[in-house]
Nanobody
């Protein structure tokens, strides 16, 4: 089994910053690409950012220049630094990871989500 736990969400004002974290644990041999998704009320889940095990990153156009994704492979963690937050960034943010397990096998793991609210 593999667990992903997000943390760092909260209520902030427009223009402020937040840093989300995702910690993976369990029967992990290695983790390939890790991703942050978000889902706002009434909207579909959308990909926000991704990072490969080698550190290659990609971002949604809506967050480029404001968000930075990083990871620590030794600790099986991923972070999302969110700067200059806007009301439209309000959503539940989910961590996703492509995990190679010790079973062996592979699975697509998801966290439970953390709520980010940007409002004045």
């Amino acid at each position: 089994q593999v667990q992903l736990v997000e943390s760092g969400g909260g209520l902030v004002q427009p223009g402020e910053s937040l840093r989300l974290s995702c910690a993976a644990s369990g029967s992990i041999f290695s983790i390939n690409t890790m991703r942050w998704y978000r889902q706002a009320p009434g909207n579909e889940r959308e990909l926000v950012a991704s990072i490969t095990s080698g550190g290659i990153t990609n971002y949604a156009d809506s967050v480029k220049g404001r968000f930075t994704v990083s990871r620590d492979n030794a600790k099986d963690t991923m972070h999302l630094q969110m700067n200059n937050l806007k009301p439209e960034d309000t959503a539940v943010y989910y961590c996703n990871a492509a995990v190679i397990t010790t079973a062996p096998g592979s699975l697509d793991a998801w966290g439970q989500g953390t709520l980010v609210t940007v409002s004045s």
